[in-house]
């Protein structure tokens, strides 16, 4: 379905990607760390028997600057790092083991960055090895791991298998050398290739690559090679994500001329074309950017109404509880969350203290529980009922915005439910944005946008 430019134009607003809610800029800025424990030891106690536990490993070090990039990550070339760093994610492991009652049962793993092929295959071994030896691992699991095209060798591949990976995804972003040139992200199709190539002769049986569209230098032709390119290596998945120019808190970002960033009617004719070519080429809209081969196992769980929406993104797999392991990285206890610190230094100092490393966090009150479930709702399955007891809410703040939405043809909606119709899967944030009484309650006070925009 080709979206009219004047709709994406008027749903081109700042809104969150929603991986939790409430969002993070409405998290406290510090955490009561012993009610954080608390949390803990009570959401392990109801969670792991029934669907055991997910597990996030921030593996933060590149050898390189990627200047788009956002994430929490430390540039080096200098290995020798990697022990330290093992040994802490080690500890931290351990302190929340300390909480746990029974082993774990780990159903849900991932590794992200950074770039976690940074380290070697040895060390991922021996770090996996540390974690797994005090925990029971689900029959149902999912593994999957970020991989940088350049440096994911088979070697890497073959030890994650052996370790029950099964997922891998690639950071492409862009095939075009004047791109690639100006992002600092120097990749070769034939790199791309031959990792996805490696990943499905050793077994994997999902891989995924990442696209960014409103990157400097593109243009409707570039990202249509990138696009027909990516589809001739047939990926399982593809995340074609919104660039966030940001550089106010992403100082590689100030390198770029601005001069070079499309224009937002050409960025929203680049995303106009990916998802036409994606749709063309027999993948599957699952929403928030994603996409997905029929036979793949995200969208038979969308189709299934077994999706999952977490801080990794979606996911197949029905976890309450998400630990986050190293520095930045977050945790969700399904009723609370919290953020670990954002510089080695001091991640390094918490864990050496014997301290669980989190600085930021929220405890999610009645309310909250029941609109994260709404924003869930719409995210993952495209529909959610109203509960009678959320009524006065619902009329005060959601139902205002869903007549908006419907006058557009984005939702159908009474005052028992609201379903989400194929025009308006391409805007499912703003759709979600319906239910974030956080942020409408702040939009009524002031107008300084906390998000990038939707598109």
Known sequence: ????????????????????????????????????????????????????????????????????????????????????????????????????????????????????????????????NAIFAEAAIHPEYEFSFEGHPNNTTKEHLQTLYNLGFRRVSYGVQDLNKEVQMVINRIQPFENVERAVKDARDVGYTSVNIDLIYGLPLQTINRIEHTILKTIELKPDRVAFYSYAHVPWTSRGQRLFDENDLPAPEEKMRLYQLGKKLFTENGYKDIGMDHFALPNDELFKAREEEKLHRNFMGYTTQQTNMLIGLGVSSISDAGIAFAQNYKTIHEYYAAVSNGELPVTKGYFLTGEDLSFKKYILNISCNGYTLFKPEHMQLLQEFTFPELVKLEADGLVIWNEESVKVTALGMHFIRNICKAFDLQLLRREMVSAKPLFSKAI
């Open 1 to 128: 379905m080709q979206v009219n430019i004047d709709l994406l134009q008027k749903y081109n607003v700042p809104v969150p990607r929603y991986t939790s809610y409430p969002t993070v800029p409405f998290w406290k800025e510090t955490i009561d760390r012993n009610e954080w424990e608390n949390v803990i030891k009570q959401q392990f106690t109801i969670n792991n028997t029934k669907d055991g536990i997910s597990l996030y490993l921030h593996l933060p070090f590149c050898e390189s600057l990627c200047t788009y990039c956002g994430c929490n990550k430390k540039i080096t070339a200098n290995h020798s790092v990697e022990e330290e760093y093992m040994g802490a994610l080690v500890q931290e492991w351990h302190l929340y083991l300390s909480l746990m009652k029974e082993k774990p049962v780990i159903r849900e793993l991932h590794l992200g960055g950074g770039t976690p092929t940074f380290f070697s295959p040895a060390n991922l071994t021996r770090l996996l």
